[in-house]
């Protein structure tokens, strides 16, 4: 199972909105709406912002939405902030294995 | 509050086996799916394996099938990983994580270091 596709980086000034996007398959982000998103800050574990396309657990600030068209999920940041700066990961179940398969990762830097 | 501590890693030879534990604490343990997953320092996490409430139902990644077996114990709030048969390419942060369905991960433990190295 391959990952899913990633921009490299994004970056944003303070205040503006970044959007990530991750681009994956039928058997995956196109056929299920079990799309998550995951925040990572170095050395720390990752932290899930958003399931299910666009669900926020509970205490995430909901400067974070999700969304999906296709094969293609949608992270978008609004009102960044300086504490926004850290790697996000997609992930989505995959029926070709049962599994579930991440995203490339994608670093966001504040400006 | 939700709480996944692992434990277990550490150095070991190519061909060798190792045991990871991960003790939960904070929900009830026996009603949650539970995954295991593991990162490379400076890469994306990658998916190993899950198992089902009561242990009956487990699945792994092409890479670790045959060669992991996943297990728990309810009954004293632990998740456990065996490895066996390990190569340089495992060389990991390998952590638990709890199930909000469908193999997504919403509480993660802090991770343990595993190296395979001669």
């Known amino acids: 199972q391959s990952a899913l596709t990633q921009p490299a980086s994004v970056s944003g000034s303070p205040g503006q909105s970044i959007t990530i996007s991750c681009t994956g398959a039928?058997?995956?982000?196109?056929?299920?709406?079990?799309v998550s998103w995951s925040q990572q800050h170095p050395g720390k574990a990752p932290k899930l912002i958003i399931y299910d396309v666009s669900k926020r657990p509970s205490g995430v600030s909901n400067r974070f939405s999700g969304s999906k068209s296709g094969n293609t999920a949608s992270l978008t940041i609004s009102g960044l902030q300086a504490e926004d700066e850290a790697d996000y990961y997609c992930g989505s179940y995959t029926s070709s294995s049962g599994g579930f398969v991440f995203g490339t990762g994608t670093e966001v830097t504040v400006l | 509050e939700v709480q996944l501590v692992e434990s277990g890693g550490g150095l070991v030879q190519p061909g060798g086996s190792l045991r990871l534990s991960c003790a939960a604490s904070g929900f009830t343990f026996s009603r949650f799916w539970m995954h295991w997953v593991r990162q490379v320092p400076g890469k994306g996490p990658e998916w190993i394996s899950h198992i089902n409430t009561d242990g009956t139902t487990t699945n792994y990644g092409d890479s670790v099938k045959g060669r992991f077996t996943t297990s728990r114990d309810n009954g004293k709030n632990t998740l456990f990983l065996q490895m066996s048969s390990l190569r340089a390419e495992d060389t990991a942060i390998y952590y638990c994580?709890?199930?909000?369905?469908?193999?997504?991960?919403?509480?993660w433990g802090p991770g343990t270091l595993v190296t395979v190295s001669s």
């Open positions: 039928s058997s995956d982000i196109g056929g299920h709406d079990y």
């Open positions: 994580a709890r199930d909000v369905g469908w193999n997504q991960a919403d509480y």
